[in-house]
């Protein structure tokens, strides 16, 4: 057996930062250490960041985001368009788009995309809570913010056609060249998108 260089507390430090995305055993094992050393200057206020987010978490009730406060920022943003609604599969992608300053519309976050194989059904996700507020009658359109895989598009289109009898446009990502894109370097699929979805100039 491995022998273990520091007391069981140190130890079981490493082994939690390890399962955080993108740290494995030995960059975890590295931040440990600097933690240890930042005790005063990083530790503890991290440690006291992480308990205060741990006790004020919140899902927001109208659009699934999640927060501090319910509703959430974004819903009770007075300056928000609301006549838009942005749906996103996940709070990543919704904090993408915040970042990009892409729309000042409000969210609904789906909770994931609809996945057979996974097992994810319509009723594992905020579809019927997105459908009820597409029919408040200040929601003019919504944006489908989906990712361009498989379960994305299924999902988009699934959602879709339940939102036939609301009175809402509703509208999906372009696809296409990436901005700073070289047409030599894009898969073929993207290609044949940008190709397909050409707008006039
Ligand atoms: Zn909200």
Redesign the pocket.
Known sequence: MASSVAGPEIERLIQLLARLPGLGPRSARRAALHLIKKRDALMAPLSSALQVAMDKIVV?K????I?TQN??T??TDARRDRSIIVVVADVADLWALERAHATRGL?HVLGGTLSPLDGVGPQDLTIDALVSRAHDETVHEIILALNATVDGQTTAHYITDLLHEANVKVTKLAHGVPVGGELDYLDEGTLAAAVRERTAF
């Open positions: 927001c109208i659009c699934g985001n927060d509703p959430c974004a819903c969210y």
